[in-house]
T-cell receptor
């Protein structure tokens, strides 16, 4: 069985600062994918970044980067230079074997302050 | 490129009534998903379609929930009869192929259901 754990229910961060959102996972699948999504108050889930379990390098997408530590089973999201528009709920998710369902964590609420 | 479309955006019904949600995936996406997201939780998969066939409906409460994707494009999720605990946001997502762990799912705006 797969499990995603996000231990930070909420965080405050000042504008222009960097913030790290923690995510740990557990799976017995030899190959898996890790995803981060952003959910603003409007409700839509917005895809941010993807990391494959066999990728040699950490994924980056603009101001988002994923700190992937396979041995520790962690996939932390780093948001650099936070903006007010980054205030949202952030979900870590994992997908294992082919056709496997996307398993989500409980999410971390981020509030960016001026 | 148009994203995933869902309607309605909001719905309020009395318990024991029926309700239906509609989803139109991104053009060309073979795989369609319905998720239920209860307040304060991450989304939970209800059903996954590959074209017009069901891949996974293991967490769909089949005594009251049904879903179809007859022509392999848009889909309808129905609840009949609704219970108070069905109050949630229902999210539809689609992905290109569905069979690899790298397949990214793109979500629609969701339908917020309130059951009174």
């Amino acid at each position: 069985a797969q499990k995603i754990t996000q231990t930070q229910p909420g965080m405050f961060v000042q504008e222009k600062e960097a913030v790290t959102l923690d995510c740990t996972y557990d799976t017995s699948d030899p190959s898996y994918g890790l995803f981060w999504y952003k959910q603003p108050s409007s409700g839509e889930m917005i895809f941010l970044i993807y990391q494959g379990s066999y990728d040699q390098q950490n994924a980056t997408e603009g101001r988002y980067s994923l700190n992937f530590q396979k041995a520790r089973k962690s996939a932390n999201l780093v948001i650099s230079a936070s903006q007010l528009g980054d205030s949202a709920m952030y979900f870590c998710a994992m997908r294992g074997r082919s056709w496997g369902k996307l398993q989500f964590g409980a999410g971390t609420q981020v509030v960016v302050t001026p | 490129e148009a994203g995933v479309a869902q309607s309605p955006r909001y719905k309020i019904i009395e318990k024991r009534q029926s309700v239906a949600f509609w989803c139109n995936p991104i053009s060309g996406h073979a795989t369609l998903y319905w998720y239920q997201q209860i307040l304060g939780q991450g989304p939970k998969l209800l059903i996954q379609f590959q074209n017009n066939g069901v891949v996974d409906d293991s967490q769909l409460p089949k005594d009251r929930f049904s879903a179809e994707r007859l022509k392999g494009v848009d889909s309808t999720l129905k609840i009949q009869p609704a219970k108070l605990e069905d109050s949630a946001v229902y999210l539809c997502a689609s992905s290109n192929k569905g069979q690899t762990e790298a397949d990214t799912q793109y979500f629609g705006p969701g339908t917020r259901l309130t059951v009174l």
